[in-house]
C-alpha cells in the first residue's frame, strides 16, 4: 500500500492512523510555505506574523463569544489554535465549517502562555483523502 492507501484505510477501519500523522507527509511543502510547526508556536514572540495548518480536530462557536469561532488544528507535533473573527467567518464559512485540513495565516497572540492565531486568511489543504471527523461546534 502507498502511504495515502494506509491512511485511507486507517482512517475507514479505525478512524485514526497507527502510523505517522498525514501532515508529517507534507512537511517538507508545508515548510517551503512557512508553515510552522504547533510546537515552535511557544518560542515565537507575540505579535509576529505567522501561518499554521493541521487536521481540523475542534470547531467551536460559543454563544458567549460574539460570533467568534475557534478552531484547533493537530499536526505531527501537537495542536495549535486559531481565533476566526465574525466577518472572516461569514466570508469563508462553508470553507471554515466543512473543510479536514486548513492552512491559516494570522498574528500570533501569547497571553499568559496560552498561545493562538488571530486568523487573517484561511485556506483549504489539501492532505489526504482520508475521512478525518472533528468535533464541531460544542
Excluded: C, W
Excluded at 487536521?55 to 454563544?63: K, S
Amino acid at each position: 500500500m502507498t502511504d495515502e492507501e494506509r491512511l485511507v484505510a486507517d482512517f475507514r477501519g479505525t478512524g485514526m492512523t497507527v502510523g505517522p500523522h498525514p501532515m508529517a507527509y507534507h512537511r517538507v511543502r508545508m515548510e517551503k510555505l512557512g508553515v510552522r510547526r504547533a510546537v515552535e508556536l511557544s518560542k515565537i514572540p507575540g505579535g509576529r506574523r505567522v501561518r499554521i495548518a493541521g487536521g481540523v480536530i475542534a470547531r467551536q462557536r460559543p454563544g458567549t463569544a460574539k460570533g467568534f469561532v475557534f478552531l484547533s488544528l493537530e499536526d505531527e507535533t501537537g495542536v495549535s489554535n486559531a481565533i476566526v473573527t465574525p466577518d472572516l467567518f461569514q466570508q469563508n464559512r462553508l470553507l471554515l465549517s466543512t473543510e479536514q485540513f486548513l492552512m491559516i495565516e494570522g498574528i500570533l497572540q501569547n497571553q499568559d502562555g496560552v498561545i493562538s492565531v488571530k486568523a487573517a486568511s484561511v485556506a483549504p489543504l489539501s492532505i489526504t483523502h482520508a475521512q478525518t471527523s472533528s468535533h464541531d461546534f460544542h
